[in-house]
């Protein structure tokens, strides 16, 4: 599976939008805890049949992992900031939730830092 299917600038943007809405709607925040795969595509990640979703609690935002020859796309799911209301994060733009994600900018087990795109 190419990384460079994933690893796209539309995707960053629909997980910045993916991630504000798990923060403020109660029906997206279980589905993407039961079925991230459902959640990502519902929320307009365009992604490779067979790729494995996984949100997890703690590393990088959006990471491309490759190991023994399966490909996982891991997004990180942080608590909600609590100085922040519903409708401030309603208002952001998908930048914005980058902000609160440490590397920002996606990474992968083959290539770490961030990448910048126009």
């Known amino acids: ?10 995707n960053r ?3 910045a939008k993916l991630i504000a809405e798990v923060w403020t709607k109660p029906e997206t925040e ?22 494995e979703v ?12 490759n190991e023994g020859g399966k490909t ?3 997004l990180l799911l942080r608590q ?3 100085d922040l209301s519903d409708s401030e994060i309603d208002q952001w733009s998908p930048s914005a939730v980058g902000a609160f994600y440490p ?3 996606c990474s992968s087990s083959s290539h770490h830092g961030s990448r910048n795109e126009p």
Not at 1 to 10: C, G, K, L
Not at 30 to 47: T, V
């Open 54 to 65: 996984k949100w997890v609690e703690h590393g990088e935002a959006f990471f491309v992992r």
């Open 30 to 51: 279980r589905l993407f805890r039961a079925d991230p795969r459902s959640a990502a595509i519902k929320a307009g990640l365009k992604l490779p049949p067979g790729l």
């Open 1 to 10: 599976m190419d990384e460079a299917d994933i690893d796209t600038r539309d």
């Open 103 to 105: 590397g920002g900018s």
């Open 72 to 74: 996982t796309l891991e």
């Open 13 to 15: 943007v629909a997980y």
């Open 80 to 82: 909600k900031p609590s």
